[in-house]
């Protein structure tokens, strides 16, 4: 694939960009050399400090505005293709209001993980009997599935890490109630960063997991179908009326739980069902829950081996934001999961690879790095930690200090996260090895053959 490069002004950058070229050598920057995507506003804060103007890579990047610049591009040529306006959707929405460090950190990963992941299987068995008894016809009961939303909740509250571990690790289940546990634990999280009172998490947490249950009336291959036809489109849709109506009977669910299933297939320019909702016509939980549903659907699409990088299903997110979801909640749910998740595969610029282990919640790009391969990509003979903030702080003292010329010192940067199962790589063993300190083998982060 070739390199198509637009010249922009600095303040011009947003998410999502790739940035190709600078206006002064790579060297004179702590940027990566050979490019990188632009993953947060504190990635343009920095490229303001050192740019004026930029090159952008419209072919590589999936960013906000690939769109409007294919689209311009056609125009300038004498298409028909008229340029797309900035936001598409002539939909007034009330911005929403982030309160921010109204929760804090409690607990430690390990500490947490370890009723974390008792909860998890809790949680998952609690969805899969509503599943089997509403696909059976018998009597169901929410009961147990909102105690244990209240307790997911609870453990998100003290460490969002020890849940986020357990839903990035795609094990072998089935995929419907894997997907609802993890957008539930997806919706905890963005709702914990903008500061939801605790009954609405709780609220939240029960709609988004038993936003699928409408699915186990309808036919098995409906389901599996990639591609539908009008007709099949029409009948899959249905699941969301079916999934009410099925509430509606069953013990334990209240009104507020419902109305975020009947809610999280709408979308801000009304191309949503099954009312076709647009605006603020939609409620703030039933947007969180729609746009947590997109994400996860994106990142593990059924079928697939391995799931997406969390940076292309960002991306991708963010392509359609103030179109089929409200733009500042969009915003907000990035900088919530940050770009490289708990769990995730990345690359440093030392040409080194590691997978994050724990968020740093103040500097999103800065995580802790489990560093499993070298820079020729061979396997550590023991595999290190490595804070990314605090080596960060560590070199900005030597320049503070004197000790070191800012362009003496090389900050280590994620490159990028990777395809999952990368160098063969087992996230499932680091984790365990980091969470569980068992002890493994010398190269237990490798999959056995």
Request: glycine share 6%; with cysteine; hydrophobic share 40%.
């Amino acid at each position: 694939m070739g390199i198509k490069q637009v010249k922009i002004d600095v303040n011009e950058v947003t998410v999502g960009m790739f940035i190709s070229g600078l206006d002064r050598p790579w060297s004179q920057t702590p940027f990566p050399l050979q490019g990188f995507y632009v993953r947060d506003l504190d990635g343009i804060k920095q490229l303001k400090t050192h740019c004026k103007h930029v090159f952008i890579d419209i072919i590589k990047g999936v960013g906000p505005i690939s769109k409007n610049l294919k689209a311009i591009n056609a125009h300038k040529k004498g298409e028909k293709t008229p340029p797309l306006p900035r936001n598409p959707v002539n939909t007034s929405v009330a911005p929403i209001k982030v309160q921010p460090d109204t929760y804090k950190i409690h607990e430690t990963v390990k500490k947490e993980i370890k009723r974390a992941q008792q909860l998890h299987h809790r949680v998952f068995g609690a969805v899969s009997d509503i599943m089997s008894q509403v696909g059976s016809g018998a009597p169901a009961s929410a009961v147990e599935t909102k105690r244990a939303a209240s307790e997911m909740v609870d453990s998100v509250l003290r460490n969002p890490d020890a849940f986020t571990w357990l839903s990035r690790v795609q094990d072998i289940d089935e995929h419907t109630y894997a997907h609802a546990v993890r957008s539930a634990v997806w919706a905890i999280l963005f709702g914990r960063h903008i500061g939801l009172a605790r009954r609405e998490l709780s609220t939240l947490a029960m709609g988004v997991l038993l936003k699928d249950v409408g699915k186990t009336v309808l036919n098995r291959d409906l389901l599996l179908k990639t591609k539908r036809n009008a007709r099949e489109q029409a009948e899959y849709e249905s699941f969301v009326n079916e999934g009410i109506e099925i509430l509606r009977d069953m013990p334990g669910v209240e009104p507020r739980v419902i109305a975020v299933v009947k809610t999280h297939c709408e979308r801000l320019n009304g191309s949503g069902f099954p009312q076709h909702l647009r605006g603020d016509k939609i409620p703030l939980l039933g947007k969180i829950a729609g746009i947590v549903t997109y994400y996860d659907e994106v990142t593990n699409p059924r079928g697939a081996t391995h799931p997406l990088p969390p940076s292309k299903a960002v991306a991708m997110l963010y392509d359609v934001r103030g179109v089929e979801f409200q733009e500042d909640l969009v915003v907000e749910f990035i900088r919530a999961i940050g770009l490289y998740p708990t769990g995730t595969l990345v690359a440093l610029n030392t040409g080194e690879v590691g997978v994050v282990v724990e968020q740093n919640f103040e500097r999103r790009l800065k995580p802790k790095v489990m560093i499993l391969l070298d820079v020729l990509k061979h396997p550590l003979k023991k595999p290190y930690l490595m804070d990314l903030a605090e080596e960060d702080k560590k070199r900005q003292a030597l320049i503070n200090n004197g000790k070191k010329d800012i362009d003496e010192i090389e900050r280590i940067e994620i490159v990028q996260d990777l395809e999952p199962g990368s160098f063969d790589i087992n996230i499932s063993k680091v984790r365990d090895d980091y969470l569980f300190t068992a002890k493994k083998g010398l190269f237990s982060f490798l999959k056995r053959k």
